[in-house]
């Protein structure tokens, strides 16, 4: 996910994302994600004045996009290209990290604020899960799924390819992934009557 | 998850699987872990002389086997019955602690390890993943599912309550549960013909 963005800004946003992606949020400093990004700390400081929260935000919002992206570019030929380009994303990211990599929306959600305040990073993280399930959703009715069933399998397949990275990671082993993947391509073509 | 444990060993360690769940692993000390249990940091070195990995490791153990025995508790009523055990558990956890606490194997597993070397608390998550697709599984076959089929379907719904766990805690709602449940519910009666 880190990439080889050319602009330095978005070189320290995409480094956060995948820090956060291995550690998690309150167990990184800024100055650790400054040197995963190869940045000088103070330039970390000068693009994100308001420090470690301001940088996290858009590290998830970041992971958000990039997501919503492929997703909006592949589901035009159809809920299950959606699906596979999910899927696909998150399998080289597993792979080409040694399962030491995942998903840093999934990171910033499973974190409990230190405030009952709740922290922007925390909000686009239910950003992003809400703009994948909309895009997902959309395009299941688009191919003739009933609305409300388009609905509850869009949530069904982002947690689930999100919960399975995760099974990935603990068990050293990229066969979780293959056997959700089997399992919600067959449900993209009970839902959506018109493309069997 | 902390629940009323009367042995002082089994608080400390169902007391570190709450707080594993709310904070992860790296970023929750020992002497944290021993305040929130309401336990002397003594003895939590009495208890746990290896220290934070040790209690790690006994934390998700205990997660895992909680569920594991809820689930074989239930299973014999079929896989549905599985599954309403496996939700309402989460359920509980999630609203209870205020959306602020959920799965503490999930949490362990997508914390990369510090070194080449597999911690123990990542090989016990994997092996809670593992037990809790293996029950479901073997009642789903049980209940008339093909064996492939069977194996799929479970990996999917552990994945898919996790994740929704999660996308619950980011968006302070429980809607993505009832989705998922719904969803799921509806998938075991499709792989267990007999059932309908």
Redesign the interface.
Same mark, same amino acid.
């Given at each position: 996910m880190a990439g080889s963005e050319p602009d330095p800004r978005r070189r320290i946003v995409a480094g956060a994302a995948d820090m956060i992606? @291995? !550690?998690?949020l309150?167990?990184t400093s800024i100055r650790e994600m400054a040197k995963h990004a190869g940045a000088p700390l103070g330039s970390t400081y000068h693009y994100f004045p308001d420090g470690k929260q301001q940088l996290a935000t858009e590290a998830v919002r970041y992971a958000g996009d990039l997501v919503s992206r492929s997703l909006r570019r592949e589901l035009p030929a159809g809920p299950a290209a959606g699906l596979q380009a999910f899927l696909d994303m998150w399998r080289t990211i597993v792979l080409d990290s040694g399962f !030491?990599?995942?998903?840093p =929306?999934? /990171? =910033?959600?499973?974190?409990?604020?230190p405030t009952d305040d709740?922290p922007p990073a925390?909000v686009a993280?239910?950003e992003a899960?809400?703009q994948w399930e909309t895009l997902l959703a959309d395009s299941l009715r688009a191919h003739g799924a009933d609305p409300g069933?388009a609905?509850? =399998?869009a949530?069904?397949i982002? /947690?689930?390819?999100?919960?399975? =990275?995760?099974?990935c @990671?603990?068990?050293?082993s990229i066969e979780?992934l293959d !056997?959700?993947a089997?399992?919600?391509r067959r449900?993209i073509d009970?839902v959506t009557p018109a493309e069997r």
């Open positions: 992606s @291995r !550690r998690g309150t167990a !030491r990599a995942g998903c =929306v999934l /990171a =910033v959600a499973i974190e409990e604020p709740l925390l993280a239910a899960f809400d069933e609905a509850e =399998v949530t069904l982002i /947690a689930a390819v999100e919960g399975t =990275v995760a099974m @990671r603990a068990k050293r979780p !056997r959700t089997a399992q919600l449900l009970t």
